[in-house]
Nanobody, 120 residues
């Protein structure tokens, strides 16, 4: 089994910053891609950012220039630095990862989510 645990969410004022972390654990052989998604009340879950093991990155247009994704391959952890937060960034943020596991096979796992609320 592979588990993902997010942390770092909270309440912040508009223009503020938060840093989310997502640590993977379990029978991991290799993680290919790690993603951050978010889901606001009444809306579909949407991709925020993704990063491959080799460091290729993509962002949703709505967060470009404000959010930065990074990862620590040695510790199977992905981060999301969020600056210039706006009320419309309010959502539950989820981590997702896919890769290969021991003794064989692949995994595609979601974390439990962490709430981010941007409000004055």
């Amino acid at each position: 089994q592979v588990q993902l645990v997010e942390s770092g969410g909270g309440l912040v004022q508009p223009g503020g910053s938060l840093r989310l972390s997502c640590a993977a654990s379990g029978s991991i052989r290799s993680i290919n891609v790690m993603y951050w998604y978010r889901q606001a009340p009444g809306k579909e879950r949407e991709l925020v950012a993704g990063i491959t093991r080799g460091g290729y990155i993509n962002y949703a247009d709505s967060v470009k220039g404000r959010f930065t994704i990074s990862r620590d391959n040695a510790n199977d952890t992905v981060y999301l630095q969020m600056n210039g937060l706006k009320p419309e960034d309010t959502a539950v943020y989820y981590c997702n990862a896919d890769g290969s596991r021991w003794p064989g096979g692949r995994f595609d796992t979601w974390g439990q989510g962490t709430q981010v609320t941007v409000s004055s």
